[in-house]
């Protein structure tokens, strides 16, 4: 198994651009999570999805934030438009739906310039 | 609602010496404790969890967690730092309220483990 797969490994981008972060979840997984992490504010749950329905979004800062997931194994999480306090590295997590241990992908580093 | 606080940003400690990352707890209900740690430039790994039962947790690397009930506490442990264990350590917990599915995280203690 390869684990939890997100792309790209690093995003530049300017100021008011659209991006869009990828993730495929391990096969078989029920769930799968969205986080953010920033030095100032840690680790934060975006938004999690069960069997590709979103369940909570409570966490998406704001409307310039969604979250996709087309189907059991694609997941995408768009920025548009972008601000350079989107910088941060974006984590996707998977997990089976009877249990509690999460396999997270090696994230995201956007950088908003 | 529920959370857990990570007390010390770093910790550190000479190679050979035993090791304690604190972590404690605040739940209503029965806690879901859980360990994870990030190695540079990659995703958090599951460390161990506590659900029930004996209130010291044995865990990946040789790392354990000794559960306390009443100092509400879930302390990592490991009686012998490597220096390869230098990483990120996050403490979390299950939500127990409407999100019962998701994890909550602790901000996360920096292990330092000089040779």
């Known amino acids: 198994d390869a684990g939890v797969i997100q792309s790209p490994r690093h995003e530049v981008t300017e100021m008011g651009q659209e991006v869009t972060l990828r993730c495929k979840p391990i096969?078989?997984?029920?769930?799968l999570f969205w986080y953010r992490q920033t030095m100032m504010r840690g680790l934060e749950l975006l938004i999690y999805?069960?069997?590709?329905?979103?369940?909570?979004d409570s966490g998406m800062p704001e409307d310039r934030f969604s979250a996709k997931m087309p189907n059991a194994s694609f997941s995408t999480l768009k920025i548009q438009p972008s601000e350079p306090r989107d910088s941060a590295v974006y984590f996707c997590?998977?997990?089976?739906?009877?249990?509690?241990?999460?396999?997270f992908g090696s994230g995201t580093r956007l950088t908003v310039v | 609602a529920q959370s857990v606080a990570q007390p010390e940003d770093q910790v550190n400690v000479a190679e050979g010496n035993p090791l304690t990352v604190k972590c404690t707890y605040s739940?209503?209900?029965?806690?879901?404790l859980f360990w994870y740690v990030q190695y540079p430039n990659r995703g958090l790994q599951f460390l161990l969890k506590?659900?029930?039962?004996?209130?010291l947790v044995k865990g990946s690397y040789g790392f354990e967690a000794e559960f306390n009930k009443s100092q509400t506490s879930f302390h990592l442990k490991k009686p012998s730092a490597l220096v390869s264990d230098s990483a990120l350590y996050f403490c979390?917990?299950?939500?127990?309220?409407?999100?019962?599915?998701?994890?909550?995280f602790g901000a996360g203690t920096r292990l330092a483990v000089h040779p």
């Open positions: 739940v209503s209900g029965n806690p879901y």
């Open positions: 997590a998977s997990r089976p739906l009877m249990e509690d241990r999460y396999t």
């Open positions: 999805f069960n069997n590709n329905v979103p369940i909570d």
């Open positions: 096969s078989g997984h029920d769930y």
């Open positions: 979390a917990v299950r939500d127990q309220g409407g999100g019962y599915n998701k994890l909550i």
């Open positions: 506590y659900i029930t039962g004996d209130n």
